[in-house]
């Protein structure tokens, strides 16, 4: 089973213009099959949920099938599903939640290889507590977390450990089962952000061993709001605030107001966009997901290393991506020159890869580039080989210009 990029590309209207989006990690594409599925929600009958009036089905019907679709993604059961309008926004409810049970003295652990929102969250919750936060420091030199840096910080007094899956910013895929393994040994609760991971990798959330899992659709494809995934026996224990009228049933206990049915119809479509992606596949959608990750994977890093290569033979370039295990994204500095500039010479020759520090602002510091960051180059499972060669033969006239 081959995966044909050039019919993948061509269910994405936007790449008509004639753009090649490294751009990715902030948010991808969307194919015409999760356009459809929006327009599609917002032109029938649409109510608030229920069982009796036509729109009161189609909305129920949506919010199932979006439900049972995540599950399937991550691995997760369908009742675990909480739907958030961002990663972020979900991130600070819960730490306030969890942040009840916290006493003066506990101890929150937070990685700087995180983006911000699986950090900042967790300090505001640690310092209305009275816990101590402590700091899980990556290698800069090689981008690497290893488990046992986050293992060193644990005590018996550690109620819960924030990492990342995946670095928005350098790719670092650090171990996470590995980490799991000694959180709960520790008797603490894993938070992982798999906003940026989702995106290039098959996910487990049992295998990963995340109590708590949040990833955003649209850096998959999918429209604009965020996924929380958990055990539903442990959402059960925990009691966010809410109306006294909404229902007390997980997981809508944690979903405030009225649900935006028209990106959870988009988000059940991108989901099974990603399981059809490789035709010929069969079995259930879980099995189908499986193989076409293995094939964007296959596809993605086979760009990176080219793209690697191709930078390896720039002077005056300087990659920050270096984990031996990592998503195909890039963060790149030059010698002498911005990375903004970088970023709107490219944008000239209508190669689009942003520059900045992402929200990733304690690992651009940790690497010595302060709040600036650097250019990031993300590539995607609609980037082809022509997309590569426009990004290095625009980055090799930006260093000559």
């Not at 959180?183 to 295998?207: I, K, M």
Request: proline content about 5%; overall charge negative.
């Amino acid at each position: 089973m081959t995966y044909d990029i050039a019919a993948t590309r061509a269910r994405f209207p936007a790449l008509r213009a004639g753009v090649a989006h490294f751009d990715g990690p902030g948010g991808t594409q969307t194919p015409a099959p999760v356009i459809q599925a929006i327009t599609d929600a917002l032109s029938g009958p649409l109510s608030v949920r229920g069982s009796v009036a036509p729109g009161e089905i189609n909305a129920e019907r949506i919010v199932g099938d979006f439900r049972r679709a995540m599950a399937d993604l991550l691995g997760a059961e369908a009742s675990g599903i909480v739907v958030g309008r961002s990663a972020t926004q979900l991130t600070y409810d819960f730490s306030r939640v969890l942040a009840e049970s916290w006493a003066p003295g506990d101890e929150v652990v937070v990685s700087r290889l995180d983006h911000d929102a699986n950090i900042r969250p967790w300090l505001r919750a640690a310092e209305r507590a009275g816990a101590v936060v402590r700091w899980a420091d990556f290698d800069p030199a090689t981008g690497e977390l290893p488990a046992r840096t986050v293992g060193d910080l644990l005590t018996d007094r550690t109620r819960l450990v924030a990492v990342t899956a995946a670095s928005n910013l350098i790719g670092t895929r650090p171990d996470v089962a590995a980490i799991a393994d000694l959180v709960h040994r520790a008797g603490a609760l894993l938070y992982v952000d798999g906003v940026h991971y989702t995106a290039h990798a098959f996910v487990d959330v049992a295998e990963l061993g995340a109590d708590f899992y949040v990833c955003s659709p649209y850096k998959f494809f999918g429209p604009h709001h965020g996924v929380l995934a958990a055990s539903p026996r442990l959402l059960e224990t925990l009691r966010p605030d809410k109306l006294a009228p909404s229902t007390d049933a997980v997981p809508e206990r944690f979903e405030l107001g009225t649900l935006p049915y028209e990106a959870l119809a988009g988000t059940r479509a991108a989901v099974d966009f990603l399981a059809d992606l490789v035709p010929g596949t069969t079995g259930e959608r879980r099995e189908r997901l499986r193989s076409a990750y293995a094939a964007i994977q296959t596809h993605e890093n086979a760009l990176r290393e080219s793209v690697e290569h191709a930078l390896s033979e720039l002077d005056g370039v300087t990659p920050h991506s270096r984990a031996a295990l990592r998503t195909p994204t890039m963060l790149l500095t030059f010698a002498d020159r911005a990375a903004t500039d970088a970023h709107r010479f490219l944008a000239r020759s209508k190669v689009h890869a942003p520059a900045g520090s992402f929200y990733a602002l304690e690992a651009s510091r940790h690497l010595g580039l302060g709040d600036t960051g650097g250019l990031r180059v993300g590539l995607s499972a609609y980037n082809n080989a022509d997309d590569v060669e426009r990004l290095v033969a625009a980055l090799s006239a930006f260093l000559h210009s």
